[in-house]
């Protein structure tokens, strides 16, 4: 025998295909009523295009809304969205979100569904009023402890006309509707509508097998959407079931029922629900009450305009919890898939602000997703407003950056030390600047001082999200957590692009060419370079200990000297003054990244050296100087040690 779920899909193909063509409609109707004069307005389209302006604004009462997902899977993208927007909606007013689980197609549930949402919601940062587990005044909220109330309305149903019981077996009840399938035409009458009320009773009395099917109106229905408007099929709907063979209700029946008993004022859901809906408000009408105001927000489709499946949706957040997204960075992303909080400038949003942003502003129609899309985009920055908390959430701080920054480090170490062949006689291994040899074990290859790491985070979130992940930090920021290997500061040294800095001229063929300038003006370069670097070293010697900070280095350090105007001056001497002082800026900045970090990408020369503290800016600048000198005096100079195997990013070109 078929399975009555499938009697349903079979029931529902025709509603489903008018949703395809819904968004064009729904376009061309507006677009014709922006071009007809307003006195020629039909009917009631003057009322929808009202609806339309008005329906933003949030209810003036307190709103009651629910999720209602079914334990036959795990949350994923979709199900988070509609779960988001109705809490959103609940607390903006300051109502009441209620879960309800929907586990009336017992066939398809899985084991630990139910466990893993109640997890996967709490993780999310979304709480619920009432639900199964911490119960409520209109419980019980599964619906398989609600049965009793099912069977009350549709016997109330029988028993008023409304609806009557089928004997049919469900799979002649589906080839019957799959034989007079004709999108064109009203469907077929149900064979067992015309079995009298005496004859149906005493079949069911005996236990015969039977559904309960509802009498459809034979006018179609329409209904009100707060984001599509007026919405009304072409065609009237076909009688549907409301209870089952086993004796569960169907969705259509159950959701209203229940919705009803738990006083659900508002319903936010997919628009692939829209379609359904004129039967929903047929039910509430039979049953006289007083239906929700329905608004379906827009499908979530790929690039190719093909509806999401739950796998490119993420079958579940698993995924997301593995890669180390933050939650709020999750929720960020899924409330602005069909929803808008006015302005770009707002887009970054915790939940907090969510709720108090929140208005009735979905998107019509289709909504395309591309992932990761964005997500990284406000997973960079939840994590930079995490940082910058006071007091900090240590407990989020450390599930969310620390741990994954110590994986990081520890896949960095490891694939710099098994790429790099050992050098007799000297270190193997990249040597930690003593505050985070302190902060960092390498036997556990765990963090046990957080708040060097966190201060290094600081300094590489204040600025854009191009390569500022906590993944990106080990590589991105080598410098600040380990000691510059002579060898590779004497690689950058001999770099076209720090020369050309240097000596104001351009001395290379092309842009990343690694062709140097003739020796005898290279040589004068690094020795240039060390004289200006033996320069900044008595400069920042002049600073104490206890005034170290980013805001008493030296201006001198870091937009350049006279020292060095001077010494450029030997170089060009007919350069006028102001171009002058800006090719001194530019070069005292270069020599001066080059000294702390080996000319990587970093933070300005000021932040740098506030971050690593005066003893160890000392000793770089001091070291760097050395080394340019020991470059002029030997060309061919080459230091062994410890280097680097792979590349950063460096600053320009």
């Not at 930079?384 to 006071?390: F, M, S, V």
């Not at 490891?414 to 036997?443: F, L, N, V």
């Not at 060009?572 to 070069?587: C, G, H, M, S």
């Not at 933070?603 to 470059?631: C, H, Q, W, Y």
């Amino acid at each position: 025998m078929m399975p009555s779920h499938l009697v349903l899909r079979r029931q529902l193909c025709p509603a489903h295909s008018l949703l395809r063509n819904l968004h064009a409609i729904s376009r061309r109707r507006v677009s014709a009523l922006s071009r007809s004069d307003k006195s020629r307005v039909a009917p009631g389209q003057e009322e929808d295009r009202q609806l339309n302006n008005t329906s933003q604004s949030l209810p003036e009462t307190p709103c009651r809304t629910r999720f209602a997902p079914s334990p036959t899977g795990y949350l994923h993208l979709g199900s988070l969205r509609t779960a988001l927007y109705n809490y959103l909606l609940a607390k903006a007013t300051n109502g009441q979100f209620v879960l309800r689980l929907e586990d009336t197609d017992q066939s398809r549930l899985v084991a630990d569904a139910e466990q893993r949402l109640y997890e996967d919601l709490k993780w999310a940062g979304l709480t619920w009023d009432e639900g199964p587990d911490v119960g409520g005044p209109y419980g019980p909220y599964r619906q398989s402890e609600r049965l009793s109330l099912y069977d009350e309305h549709s016997n109330r149903l029988i028993e008023e006309g409304k609806a009557y019981r089928c004997f049919c077996p469900p799979d002649q009840l589906a080839d019957h509707k799959l034989a007079h399938r004709d999108l064109n035409s009203p469907p077929p009458p149900n064979p067992c509508i015309h079995i009298s009320a005496e004859e149906s009773s005493e079949r069911a009395a005996k236990d015969e097998s039977h559904c309960v099917v509802f009498k459809a109106s034979p006018e179609p229905t329409e209904i009100r959407d707060l984001v599509y408007g007026s919405f009304k099929r072409r065609l009237p709907e076909s009688d549907f079931i409301l209870r089952k063979t086993d004796g569960f209700p169907t969705y259509h029946f159950a959701n209203v029922v229940d919705d009803h008993a738990m006083k659900i004022t508002h319903v936010v859901r997919g628009a692939e629900w829209l379609v359904s809906t004129p039967k929903h408000v047929e039910l509430y009408r039979a049953l006289q009450w007083e239906p929700p105001a329905f608004a379906h927000v827009g499908l979530l489709v790929d690039p190719q305009r093909q509806k999401l499946s739950k796998r490119a949706l993420g079958a579940d957040l698993s995924s997301y919890k593995r890669d180390g997204i933050i939650p709020s960075a999750l929720l960020n992303f899924v409330a602005l898939l069909g929803w808008s909080p006015g302005t770009v400038e707002d887009e970054v949003m915790a939940l907090e602000e969510m709720v108090e942003k929140f208005r009735l502003r979905f998107t019509k129609g289709d909504i395309m997703v591309k992932l990761p899309g964005k997500l990284d985009h406000f997973d960079f920055f939840h994590k930079r407003r995490l940082l910058e908390e006071e007091p900090p959430n240590m407990a989020l701080l450390q599930e969310y950056v620390l741990a994954p920054l110590e994986e990081s480090i520890d896949k960095f170490l490891s694939r710099q030390i098994s790429e790099k062949e050992p050098a007799t006689g000297e270190s193997t291994e990249p040597q930690m600047i003593p505050r985070a040899a302190a902060a960092y074990s390498t036997d556990t290859g765990k963090i046990v001082q957080p708040d060097f790491f966190l201060n290094l985070l600081r300094l590489q979130t204040n600025r854009t999200k191009k390569n500022n992940t906590v993944q990106d930090v080990p590589l991105h920021r080598r410098h600040l957590i380990w000691q510059v290997p002579e060898p590779f500061l004497v690689r950058a040294l001999r770099k076209p692009r720090l020369l050309d800095a240097v000596l104001g001229t351009k001395t290379t063929a092309e842009v990343g060419s690694d062709t140097l300038p003739p020796r005898p003006l290279a040589t004068r370069g690094y020795s240039l370079i060390s004289q200006a670097l033996d320069h900044v070293t008595r400069e920042l010697e002049k600073v104490p200990p206890e005034s170290w900070t980013r805001d008493n280095i030296p201006w001198s350090v870091e937009k350049g000297t006279e020292l060095w105007a001077l010494l450029s001056a030997q170089l060009e001497p007919n350069v006028p003054p102001e171009t002058l002082d800006k090719k001194t800026q530019i070069a005292f900045s270069e020599l001066v990244r080059w000294a702390l970090v080996a000319s990587d990408s970093a933070p300005s020369n000021k932040e740098v050296m506030a971050f690593l503290g005066r003893d160890e800016s000392l000793k770089r600048i001091s070291t760097a100087a050395g080394v340019a000198r020991k470059v002029a005096e030997q060309p061919e100079w080459q230091p062994e040690g410890f280097d680097w195997t792979e590349a950063a990013p460096t600053k320009g070109r």
